[in-house]
């Protein structure tokens, strides 16, 4: 059933001087770039020419994770583009099967191998759950979050990591983390935009001091049916602001004080998604109000269902055998 939105276009959580300066400052003081390049679903031999024309386009935050099994090519792209290191800012992402302290370890090694680089400037843990290595979805009754995490506070001392955060957490793992958590996390990375505005949780997370990323800010684009960008609101708000319906819904998070890491391997719209979003302001009288279900729970939604009519079909034949 499609629920109607209504959301606030300006929180105000983002001062103007961060809106300026184009980072968010992180609770230590680093500054991390609003909006950086994602690259899930970049293609092998499409995201390294897309991650050199972001670096060419300005770019210098880039979201990776091994679970999009295209590190290497961002790392090979990110190697000879020309950017010193220090300038960039590069994120990647622990998955769910990799828990225990010696998983972590290894698992990032490979990734700074793939990255080509010595140290992340933030490592996430991608869900907050623990599965049994090379599982999907067997709970490791040996391991656990809270020890995760002080492996990766271990990272942080020897510097492999620069900071540690977390991806997908809702209230409740947050408060148990921040109850045991010697280094807080600096970012937690959760789907967001006017059809899933996460209001409170974002609110809970600047409370706290932890920086928001929005990952599908654009609703996933038109990937799979997703259908945001089209939305009447959307392009009636970027027609009066002569942006293009992405522009728009960067704008909404980056007023919230919220990153964006829209993904995109076209050249002219991942530059485009780089400037934009600064040459206009939302104001309180657009609200931005959006009918419709989120395109990835739909999609998980719809993959739910397959698999229940699949279990149903197989139950029903075992009663007749
Ligand atoms: N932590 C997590 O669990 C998690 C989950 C999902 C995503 N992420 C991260 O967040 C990033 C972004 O999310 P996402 O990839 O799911 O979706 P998204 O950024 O909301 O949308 C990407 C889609 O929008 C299209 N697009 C990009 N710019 C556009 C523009 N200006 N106009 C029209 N279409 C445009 C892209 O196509 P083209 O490439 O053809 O331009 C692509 O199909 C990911 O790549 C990943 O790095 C993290």
Not at 67 to 74: G, I, P, Q
Not at 247 to 265: C, D, E, F, M, Y
Request: with cysteine; aromatic share 6%; proline share 6%.
């Amino acid at each position: 059933m499609p629920s109607v939105i209504q959301v606030r276009p300006q929180a105000a959580c983002a001062t103007v001087e961060e809106l300026s300066k184009k980072t968010v400052k992180l609770a230590d003081g680093a500054e991390l770039p609003l909006i950086g390049l994602g690259t899930w679903e970049s293609s092998k031999g499409e995201v390294e020419a897309a991650v050199s024309a972001a670096l060419n386009a300005g770019y210098r935050h880039f979201d990776c994770a091994p679970v999009y099994r295209n590190e290497h090519e961002v790392g090979r792209a990110l190697a000879h583009g020309g950017v010193p290191r220090s300038e960039l800012w590069i994120t990647s992402k622990l998955w769910n099967d990799r828990r225990r302290p010696a998983d972590v370890r290894e698992a990032l090694e490979q990734t700074l191998a793939s990255l080509q680089t010595d140290y992340l400037d933030l490592y996430l843990i991608h869900w907050p759950v623990v599965w049994a290595r090379n599982t999907v979805m067997k709970p490791d009754s040996l391991a656990s979050l809270a020890e995760c995490w002080r492996t990766l506070e271990a990272l942080v001392d020897e510097g492999k990591v620069r900071h540690i955060g977390v991806s997908n957490f809702g209230e409740v793992e947050l408060a148990a983390l921040l109850s045991t958590a010697r280094i807080k996390p600096a970012v937690n990375q959760i789907e967001l935009h006017p059809r899933l505005p996460q209001t409170a949780l974002v609110e809970y997370c600047q409370r706290n001091g932890i920086v928001v990323t929005a990952y599908s800010p654009l609703g996933r684009g038109t990937l799979k049916g997703a259908n945001m960008l089209s939305s009447p609101t959307v392009q009636e708000l970027a027609a009066r602001h002569a942006v293009s319906p992405a522009a728009v819904l960067l704008r909404w998070n980056l007023q919230r004080g919220v990153v964006v890491i829209p993904k995109s391997t076209n050249p002219g719209r991942l530059a485009a998604n780089l400037e934009e979003p600064w040459r206009f302001a939302l104001s309180a009288d657009e609200p931005l109000a959006l009918d419709g279900v989120p395109h990835i729970l739909l999609a998980d939604a719809k993959a739910c269902l397959r698999c229940m009519r699949r279990l149903q079909e197989i139950i029903s034949k075992a009663a007749l055998a």
